[in-house]
Structures are given as structure tokens and as C-alpha cells.
T-cell receptor, first 112, second 115 residues
Framework: GQQLNQSPQSMFIQEGEDVSMNCTSS?????WLWYKQDPGEGPVLLIA?????ELTSNGRLTAQFGITRKDSFLNISASIPSDVGIYFC????????????FGKGTKLSVKP | DSGVTQTPKHLITATGQRVTLRCSPR?????VYWYQQSLDQGLQFLIQ???????AKGNILERFSAQQFPDLHSELNLSSLELGDSALYFC??????????????FGPGTRLLVL
């Protein structure tokens, strides 16, 4: 089946540092979504991308839909302690009915 | 708050039992998706309903079934439960079929523990 390779698996950074994570696939995706999940909670949508090359920001977060449609990245600038959590990429590929394929997640830890 | 509600929040049961998880989508959303999240498998798509009809199936076991009712709420039925069914079960909704690229909004999940 379809797979998304998300990296890194985990990051431990200092408050104020910038963060970058990405997802790649061997298949073409129509939509890329980035979610954040806190322990015991449901994933919360951060950014949605619908077009190849699209660059979208949400506060300190910026995400891009790769030109090849096979990858996406998420950047977090000037990290703060509340950025701690697990970040998931998710995609919808052509031919599906819209169900999301998820990456394995990037666990972010921020040291004050 | 995503607007998607799920009940119960926690469920503890024994092997061999049957449980029903409930989801109410955001107001006006016609599509409901069910996902399972376990430590080893991550988030996996189970099944999708659109306006009462099943539209897509993912990695859903035959012991599991779902339905969407006329008021658009959905139920996920898990039967003959096994220890390995312990997981977080999430419901998500979107206004229409998301194949056109619509986003999905997730509920808070139901944590199932099978003892």
C-alpha cells in the first residue's frame, strides 16, 4: 500500500531554534496535510496544501507541497515549549476516496 | 475544538467482548472516516462513510464494522475483541468526499483497552 516516510523520527531542540521535518513518498499525492497531536488527544490540523509548489504559513509554521507532488516539508521558526508534541504528515493520493495516509510522526521536544 | 465529538473517551473491556464507539461529525459534514492509532502501526485508515453509504475500506478487520445513520453520526462496532485491538480510535469528518482535497478534522478519540 501507499507509504509516507517521515523524518526525523524525533528531535530535541533548544527553545528559539528553528525546526524542519519532511515527508516523502514514491507515489504522487493530491493533498498534503500537517497535523500536531498532543498525548491522549486527536490530531489537530496545522496546515493544508492542495497544489504542487504551494507554500503556506500559519503563524510560525510554514509548509510546502513539493513540486514533484511526492514530498512536503514543515518548518517551525523560533520554537517555544508549547510546540512540544508529535507532528504528522498526511496525504491523499489520486484514486483514493480521500482517506489519509499518515507518516509515522516526528516527536518534538523543546528545552527551555 | 474541532467540532467532532466521540464517545466514550475511554473504554475498558475483556477479550471476546463487543463494543460500540460513537462519532458525531462537524455540523454539515457528510463524510466520516475512522482511524486506528496503535504504537506499532501508527495511524491507519479503517473505513469511510459518505452520507450514509460506505465509500472506502482500509485496513479494517472482518470483526469490525461501521455504519452512518441518517443524522450523519457514525458508529464503529468492534467484536470478538483481542488484546491487540487495544488502541486509540479516531473519527474524522469533512464536508464532502475528500478526494477533491478537502481537509479532515479529527475528534478527541476513544481509548480502548482490552484486558
Amino acid at each position: 500500500g501507499q507509504q509516507l516516510n517521515q523524518s526525523p523520527q524525533s528531535m530535541f531542540i533548544q527553545e528559539g531554534e528553528d525546526v524542519s521535518m519532511n515527508c516523502t513518498s514514491s507515489s504522487i499525492f493530491n493533498t498534503w496535510l500537517w497535523y500536531k497531536q498532543d498525548p491522549g488527544e486527536g490530531p489537530v490540523l496545522l496546515i493544508a496544501l492542495y497544489k504542487a509548489g504551494e507554500l503556506t504559513s500559519n503563524g510560525r509554521l510554514t509548509a510546502q507541497f513539493g513540486i514533484t507532488r511526492k514530498d512536503s516539508f514543515l518548518n517551525i521558526s523560533a520554537s517555544i515549549p508549547s510546540d512540544v508534541g508529535i507532528y504528522f504528515c498526511a496525504g491523499i493520493y489520486g484514486g483514493s476516496q480521500g482517506n489519509l495516509i499518515f507518516g509515522k510522526g516526528t516527536k518534538l521536544s523543546v528545552k527551555p | 475544538d474541532s467540532g467532532v465529538t466521540q464517545t466514550p473517551k475511554h473504554l475498558i473491556t475483556a477479550t471476546g467482548q463487543r463494543v460500540t464507539l460513537r462519532c458525531s461529525p462537524r455540523s454539515g459534514d457528510l463524510s466520516v472516516y475512522w482511524y486506528q492509532q496503535s504504537l506499532d502501526q501508527g495511524l491507519q485508515f479503517l473505513i469511510q462513510y459518505y452520507n450514509g453509504e460506505e465509500r472506502a475500506k482500509g485496513n479494517i478487520l472482518e470483526r469490525f464494522s461501521a455504519q452512518q445513520f441518517p443524522d450523519l453520526h457514525s458508529e464503529l462496532n468492534l467484536s470478538s475483541l483481542e488484546l491487540g485491538d487495544s488502541a486509540l480510535y479516531f473519527c474524522a469528518s469533512s464536508p464532502r468526499l475528500a478526494s477533491g482535497g478537502e481537509t479532515q478534522y479529527f475528534g478527541p478519540g476513544t481509548r480502548l483497552l482490552v484486558l
